[in-house]
């Protein structure tokens, strides 16, 4: 048999059109949790492991790859089995576990393949070319279909006298292409940017030039997703390189020495042009907190209690997103409610894995960098393109290693193939020079009778497939039921999920979207009995989606809403379940004091209508307590919300940050009662231009500063056109685009121009003729966090009803912030005592 065929070179060039076809395919993260594209790139996962099965057949064994990383490699395919047989959701570790283990089979067979400089080379270029391909469609797509089309939108919004900058800042204007997330186009770039440099010193000629392109075009595509981890990995590469230069090249000092002074300072100036890494710098200097670099320390505080909790296994590896809110501590407010990854390799792989996480990988770091030291350190002769290839290869993995702190991304075809490529290149080149190479690399004379590596390998592949074959036959039911939902054949829909929940059970998924639709239909249909009938199979559904997991609010509170008329008393312990989970979560509190009206008791009632107020203080002005049954306690609420801020008030008397925010929060509260005099006294110490304009506007007097100056703000301009009711309609629309980055809707636009035309006094329209606008919100990310995307984006079914002046344009006067520890910490004894009343 020729050494060709048994290598498996057709089985490889599979492996290789796969992972092209995922690295390159649009949004190609998120396709590989829909169906058909999940069977796809599980085919995909099958070459690698037949590739290195065809190897064992031919061989009897596979080379290692040498300098103690195999053990490493030992250490982690131990993890993910104690992972799989210890954690928390078992079925899930199995899940990720065999992707793991197909990722490790690629780098086996990869090495056994890559015997030669020759074959080095022409994997990495080939793996070049595909990077070459993911930077061109990569710009291409976001200039097509985010650029140019927020340009257009930018520019349509001028006719009304507003000038917006492009905004990267927005998350949807960052370059997604073609991973599906701007993080994720980074952590691939800092992989591939490297290659390019590497590539371009090898070349001769235009491929020189080529790749001199490549890198221009790749440093742009960067720029473009505007990732703060990629621009810190970025920095990292310069000092490496530039480390690189001065210590292993004959280029003189001084030279090198100015030219990474000035590519330090370009980046630092293209860092400033950004608007959105600018305002990371500024809120770093000015130690301020929010935004996402709260959102990663919550994320790293979680993490670490995971891991603490279970050090010896783990939660097990794909539990994140099932155990998330579990974990969540109380003070991260309403910000990162659910993930489903930490937003830190190492924290993910500790939280998932516990020590199996992160020894083996400090491991192989460790051997990495011994062995790299070693050979400089000895001068080992390796060939000069080897060498090249391989500060290239470790600068592109340091790179990685710094926007892997700051994100996890190893469940990515595109990323995690480019570092088993990077490894096996590296071991391969780390041993080209032992002379020991041809007898690691076993031909099939030397085969064994009996081939235990292979049928051992068979054996497990043949289990993985048993089990994998009724998760993906379950897939394609739910995806068969998505599809008849949308034709509103219902009963086909129920049919098929119910198919795919009974052949995996233990998916929440299919239950909690049975619940979700099923609920939704009977709040639109007006037949009681089938209204009836709906609700209770929608319960039964969201039951058995908690049973299965028992840490999602998302569960538990739109169970609360669909029990509330019939069962109060069952409503309040969903309620407090999901307040126990997420306890800022707007609207939990409301629906808890709602369920406990419902049983008569009114005291613990108005605690938790005060609770929600205290949390989010804008909810005070919700038409909502109009309504019969609560306006007879709306004032029996703010009243407890006085007190409670005055409780507050003394408690937190030299809280220099948190005593602002009660001030602010009490003035507000008064002026919605319309006691003007004590909503004076609290906001004089923190008064800003907005709420003295307000307090004036309400006491009949002119608002200062002067109106006829030009509004510096969109809330001004709004009362600007109070003002001025000859240009209000143009002034209402640049309020509204300048609060909003969008354009006022002419229906929007009719109710707030009538609504002003019938009330005589500012104040007044404020609080009680302004729009009322009802909705429901969006669990959007409900799909991406589930892990699947095939079905319905659920809303809550609590119908909001919001004040429309007060959440555009006045919110500052109540603020209601998304993430402030003390604050939290502040309400949790209340809190608690509400729950305990319900849940002992």
């Known amino acids: 048999m020729s050494e060709s065929r048994a290598e498996g070179r057709l089985l490889a060039l599979l492996t290789a059109c796969f992972y092209g076809l995922f690295t390159l395919l ?15 790139w599980q085919i995909g996962l099958l070459c690698p492991v037949l590739w290195l099965l065809w190897q064992l057949w031919h061989w009897g064994r596979v080379r290692s790859l040498g300098n103690g990383l195999d053990w490493c490699i030992g250490l982690g395919m131990i993890g993910l089995l104690v992972s799989s047989i210890f954690a928390q959701f078992p079925n899930q570790a199995r899940w990720y576990g065999w992707w793991a283990l197909c990722f490790l089979a690629a780098l086996y067979a990869l090495n056994n393949y890559l015997d030669n400089s020759d074959r080095r080379d022409r994997v990495l270029a080939t793996l070049g070319y595909v990077g070459l391909f993911f930077v061109i469609i990569s710009l291409s797509l976001w200039t097509t279909q985010t650029l140019m089309p927020e340009l257009a939108r930018l520019e349509s919004l001028k006719q009304y006298g507003v000038n917006l900058p492009f905004d990267f800042s927005v998350l949807e204007l960052r370059n997604w292409a073609p991973l599906g997330h701007q993080n994720y186009v980074a952590g691939y770039l800092m992989l591939i940017l490297p290659l390019f440099a590497g590539l371009s010193i090898l070349r001769v000629g235009w491929r020189r030039y080529l790749w001199l392109i490549a890198l221009g ?3 742009l595509d960067l720029y473009s997703t505007s990732s703060r981890g990629g621009w810190l990995g970025l920095f990292a590469l310069c000092l490496f390189g530039l480390g690189v230069l001065l210590f292993g090249s004959r280029i003189p000092k001084l030279g090198l020495a100015i030219g990474g002074m000035a590519t330090i300072a370009l980046l630092l100036l293209l860092v400033f042009a950004n608007n959105r890494l600018r305002t990371l710098i500024v809120a770093i200097l000015q130690n301020t907190d929010g935004g ?13 209690q995971m891991g603490s909790d279970r050090p010896w296994a783990g939660i097990g590896i794909g539990g994140v997103p ?4 579990k974990y969540r501590p109380i003070w991260a407010g309403r910000e990162s409610e659910l993930a489903y990854q930490l937003h830190s390799t190492p924290v993910h792989l500790w939280a998932e894995l516990g020590i199996w996480g992160i020894i083996p990988v400090l491991g192989a770091i460790a051997l990495l960098v011994y062995w790299l030291v070693r050979h400089q350190l000895r001068q080992t002769p390796i060939a000069h393109g080897d060498r090249i290839l391989l500060w290239s290869l470790y600068g592109g993995l340091l790179a990685y290693g710094i926007i892997s702190l700051t994100d996890y991304q190893l469940d990515n075809v595109a990323i995690s193939g480019a570092i088993v490529i990077y490894l096996a290149c590296i071991a391969s080149i780390l041993k080209s020079q032992k002379s020991d190479l041809e007898t690691r690399y076993l031909k099939s004379p030397q ?3 009996f081939n235990l590596p292979f049928y051992a390998g068979l054996g497990i592949l043949i289990v993985a497939l048993i089990w994998l074959i009724p998760i993906h036959r379950a897939w394609q039911l739910s995806s068969q039921g998505f599809l008849a939902l949308g034709q509103e054949k219902v009963e086909i829909f129920v049919d098929r999920l119910t198919r795919a929940h009974q052949l995996a ?6 239950p909690y979207q049975l619940g979700w639709n099923l609920g939704d239909l009977a709040l639109q249909t007006k037949d009681p009995r089938q209204r009836q009938q709906l609700l209770n199979e929608s319960i039964a559904w969201l039951q058995k989606g908690n049973t299965i997991s028992p840490y999602q609010e998302f569960g538990y509170s739109n169970l609360g809403w669909l029990l509330l008329q019939s069962d109060p008393k069952a409503a309040s312990q969903a309620f407090a379940r999901a307040a126990r989970l997420v306890r800022a979560k707007r609207g939990v509190m409301f629906g808890l004091g709602l369920s406990l009206l419902g049983q008569r008791k009114a005291d613990l ?8 107020g205290l949390r989010d203080p804008l909810f005070i002005t919700s038409p909502v307590w109009r309504s019969q049954g609560l306006q007879p306690i709306y004032s029996q609420v703010l009243d407890r919300m006085a007190t409670r801020y005055q409780e507050l008030l003394q408690q937190y008397a030299q809280s220099g940050e948190m005593n602002a925010y009660l001030h602010r929060s009490r003035g507000g509260l008064y002026w919605w009662q319309g006691n003007l005099k004590a909503a004076r006294a609290d906001w004089e110490a923190y008064k800003t231009p907005l709420s003295q304009t307000i307090l004036a506007l309400a006491e009949g007097k002119s608002p200062q500063p002067s109106l006829s100056q030009p509004p510096s703000s969109p809330e001004m301009m709004l009362i600007q056109a109070w003002e001025n009711p000859s240009q209000r309609a143009n002034l209402l629309r640049q309020a509204w685009i300048l609060a909003t980055k969008t354009e006022l809707p002419a229906e929007m636009e009719r109710d707030l121009l009538a609504s002003m035309e019938r009330s005589d006094n500012f104040d007044r329209w404020v609080k009680q003729n302004a729009p009322v606008w009802q909705y429901r919100r969006q669990r959007l990310g409900f799909g991406v966090l589930s892990r699947h995307i095939d079905g319905s984006i659920p809303t809550d ?5 919001d004040n429309i002046a007060m959440t555009t344009w006045f919110a500052e006067l109540l603020p209601s912030p998304v993430y402030m520890p003390e604050l939290d910490l502040a309400l949790q004894p209340w809190q608690d005592a509400v729950i305990k009343e319900l849940l002992p």
């Open 292 to 304: 996402e670099l709260a959102y990663r320390l919550i994320n790293a505080a979680l993490g670490w």
């Open 505 to 510: 059970p233990w998916e929440p998924y299919y």
């Open 797 to 801: 079914f609590w119908i909001v009803a």
């Open 447 to 449: 085969k064994s009778k």
């Open 322 to 325: 099932f155990a998330y809110q």
């Open 217 to 219: 075009l790749g440093l």
């Open 26 to 40: 649009p949004d190609s993260h998120s396709l590989t949790v829909k169906w058909s594209w999940v069977a796809i």
């Open 605 to 612: 009632a108005i605690e938790a209508f005060s609770l929600e």
